[in-house]
């Protein structure tokens, strides 16, 4: 089904050439020629996008947004706006509007700006679900996201939720691999036991020998006393071993044979010592280079990847960022004693557009500084924006004269389309999957811009 789209005006010929540019993009249009006309038709249509003029009688775009607003806080809606009644746009959009327009401005800008308002509008549906469901199962621990490699994963992990398979989860640092794991543990036959967690690439090879398989009194200078390890301690339970990539040869073989004798002998003892564990492992690296290259015990990759599952990054997973955005909104209104809804439109563009080469983590520590900063309940640019960001750099412009909102915007936007055709060479397409947004939109930008 094609987007609906409300176009409110009260000049009859712009409500036809907007009717018929926005149909051509696919859109299913509906035009009103008064605020009240239009309010009519929102009563017996749920519309994806409003778009509104604001100077029109007696009901003006204002007043129609307002209207909307107090039965509807997610409805999408643009004004348009003379140019002499710029305060009035500002007006709509503290007000909630995603957008406004300066007439005369070109149909395809209304057409890209709608595309946009329209995704916004569809993130945050999905997200008043996601809220519903999480109401409904607020018993029941979550792994967080809709993406569809997300969802078989989860798909994957109930399947195998009881079995005592190993599984290895990879994926670039800061993607959730430690929740992935918990998840694992949470909704298995071993939940009320044990989970124990342990950095591979954190210790050093005899302290995590220790720390894994215990020690007898006077193994070692200050082994004063003997000392249970943690895949004893976790009998009945689960063991996450992190950064797995990171052990060295002589603890891959002596990992290798607890799991597959499941027993272990401490450090410095004799006696072997029986244990009943599942193991989930995690790692940044790519063990099956690893494994080519020989610094990986190919059996022992086996042992622990029963059930391989590779988490995206968060980069090809935006889908989930307005989920991840309201979690830790949640998590730090909760912790800091704040009172934050949501972004605005602009800052949440911001982070739609980013690249978050830090993934989830990144976005958790940019959100608690937002959370932190900002004196409003909603978000905004001047709250995500700081010096020390890394997402202020990839898309704040520099701005050296005071600018309007809509010089501003597109500053960002040429910024952007900058730094994603320089981080790829050049390449179009890989530039568009960058900036989250189709090949086409990225093409529009261009011509908009006269970027060459």
């Known amino acids: 089904m094609p987007d609906k789209i409300l176009l409110v005006d009260d000049e009859k010929d712009l409500l036809s050439i907007l009717k018929k540019s926005l149909t051509r993009q696919g859109y299913a249009v509906q035009t009103a020629e008064s605020g009240e006309e239009a309010w009519s038709a929102l009563s017996e249509i749920m519309f994806d996008l409003v778009i509104s003029d604001q100077a029109m009688k007696p009901v003006d775009g204002l007043e129609l947004l307002q209207r909307i607003r107090?039965?509807?806080h997610h409805q999408p809606?643009?004004?348009?706006?003379?140019?002499?009644?710029?305060?009035?746009?500002?007006?709509?959009?503290?007000?909630?509007a995603f957008n406004y327009i300066t007439k005369p401005f070109k149909t395809q800008e209304l057409a890209l700006l709608a595309g946009r308002a329209i995704?916004?509008?569809?993130?945050?549906?999905?997200?008043?679900?996601?809220?519903?469901?999480?109401?409904?199962?607020?018993?029941?621990?979550?792994v967080i996201g809709n993406?569809?490699?997300?969802?078989?994963?989860?798909?994957?992990?109930?399947?195998?939720?009881?079995?005592?398979?190993?599984?290895?989860?990879?994926?670039?640092?800061?993607?959730?691999?430690?929740?992935?794991?918990?998840?694992?543990?949470?909704?298995?036959?071993?939940?009320?036991?044990?989970?124990?967690?342990?950095?591979?690439?954190?210790?050093?090879?005899?302290?995590?020998?220790?720390?894994?398989?215990?020690?007898?009194?006077?193994?070692?200078?200050?082994?004063v006393r003997a000392k249970r390890g943690l895949l004893e301690e976790a009998q009945g339970g689960t063991i996450f071993l992190d950064e797995?990539?990171?052990?060295?040869?002589?603890?891959?073989?002596?990992?290798?044979?607890?799991i597959q004798e499941k027993e272990i002998k401490p450090v410095?003892?004799?006696?072997?010592?029986?244990?009943?564990?599942?193991?989930?492992?995690?790692?940044?690296?790519?063990?099956?280079?690893?494994?080519?290259?020989?610094?990986?015990?190919?059996?022992?990759?086996?042992?622990l990847a029963v059930i391989p599952l590779n988490l995206p990054p968060l980069r090809e997973r935006k889908e989930d960022l307005v989920f991840f955005v309201d979690h830790f909104i949640h998590k730090f209104n909760k912790l800091y004693n704040k009172k934050v809804t949501a972004l605005d439109p602009g800052a949440m563009q911001m982070i739609m557009d980013s690249p978050w080469k830090g993934n989830i983590r990144e976005l958790e520590n940019i959100i608690e500084r937002a959370v932190l900063l900002t004196d409003d309940t909603v978000i905004?640019?001047?709250?995500?924006?700081?010096?020390?960001?890394?997402?202020?750099?990839?898309l704040a412009p520099k701005i050296d004269a005071p600018l309007s909102l809509k010089e501003a915007v597109e500053q960002a936007e040429?910024?952007?389309?900058?730094?994603?055709?320089?981080?790829?060479g050049g390449n179009r397409s890989k530039a568009a999957k960058i900036l989250g947004i189709s090949r086409r939109t990225f093409y529009d930008k261009l011509e908009i811009h006269h970027y060459k």
């Open 414 to 424: 040429i910024a952007a389309i900058r730094k994603a055709l320089k981080e790829t």
């Open 244 to 258: 797995i990539g990171e052990l060295s040869p002589s603890t891959q073989v002596k990992l290798l044979r607890a």
């Open 77 to 96: 809606f643009i004004i348009m706006t003379g140019a002499g009644s710029i305060e009035s746009a500002v007006e709509a959009m503290r007000m909630g």
């Open 119 to 142: 995704e916004y509008g569809k993130l945050h549906r999905r997200l008043e679900d996601y809220d519903s469901r999480e109401k409904q199962n607020a018993s029941t621990p979550m």
């Open 70 to 72: 107090s039965v509807d």
């Open 380 to 394: 905004g640019l001047d709250s995500l924006c700081t010096q020390a960001q890394p997402v202020t750099t990839y």
């Open 147 to 223: 993406n569809p490699v997300i969802r078989q994963m989860l798909s994957t992990i109930e399947k195998i939720a009881d079995s005592e398979a190993s599984i290895l989860i990879q994926g670039e640092t800061g993607t959730g691999k430690s929740m992935f794991a918990k998840h694992c543990h949470q909704i298995g036959s071993r939940k009320n036991k044990p989970f124990f967690t342990i950095d591979c690439g954190a210790l050093s090879e005899h302290l995590l020998e220790s720390e894994l398989f215990g020690h007898a009194k006077g193994a070692f200078t200050g082994a």
């Open 268 to 303: 410095g003892g004799n006696i072997p010592i029986h244990i009943d564990v599942r193991f989930i492992s995690a790692t940044s690296r790519n063990l099956n280079e690893e494994v080519e290259k020989g610094g990986f015990r190919k059996d022992l990759y086996y042992r």
